[in-house]
């Protein structure tokens, strides 16, 4: 972290935040184009001064979010995550349509018991059906479990890096005091603006797709005969020619 600290001043490291601004506009840049693409990205801050910040950002964006402990394997066991995901996704059916009704009330406490642990580490990535496209991390240390996952399977990293964190193990690491509330917030909702318009972009852009689908024109249309051709362009044959006056 050395090139990125300013100065030391009786033991506290001050960050040098034209590198901060520097770093955080190349990580947007990356994660815009990302999103631009329709990947996803998946949020990760466990640690509690943060886990409100990232939940409220992640859902803000319509992306994923852990913000309670990592499971080991969420990425790099993800069929045994689907497997629980999908027990979640059943048991709120049951809850829904009400067939949970049918189970006694002991069982149905269990079921229920089962649901809220279900929901507090698997809700926000209950949509998730594949490895996401990008990580965005805060504290890479407490996180170190999440890292390593998506180092393994190659997933790129962004983080919030401090001043006692390596940051060659990120893809693209943002120099900043993952511990200070303020400056998570204001990171993240620099980040949150502009991954929301770069998901509109790839919204907008697939809904144009089938209308330019649709709307083939002439050349590239398939005729089956020269009269065909005639009728497609305004002139029908079958209509008489007006005589002249």
Known sequence: MKPFIFDA???IHIIDLSKTLTQLEAACDFLAATVRRGGKVLFVGTKKQAQQCVKETAKECGQFYVVERWLGGTMTNFNTIKTSIKRLKE?????ADGSINNYVKQEQAMIHRELARLHKYFDGISAMDKHPAALFVVDIRREH????EARKLKI???ALVDTNSDPDLVTYPIAANDDAIRSVRMIMATVAQVI???QAEFESKRARKPDVQEAAPVSEQKFESAEAVEVAAGDDPT???S???
């Open 9 to 11: 001043r009786n033991g």
């Open 91 to 95: 048991i709120e059916k049951m809850d």
């Open 145 to 148: 479990n999440a890292v390593a």
């Open 156 to 158: 790129p990293i962004v």
């Open 196 to 198: 929301t318009q770069a």
């Open 239 to 241: 209509t008489p020619e």
């Open 243 to 245: 005589s002249p006056a």
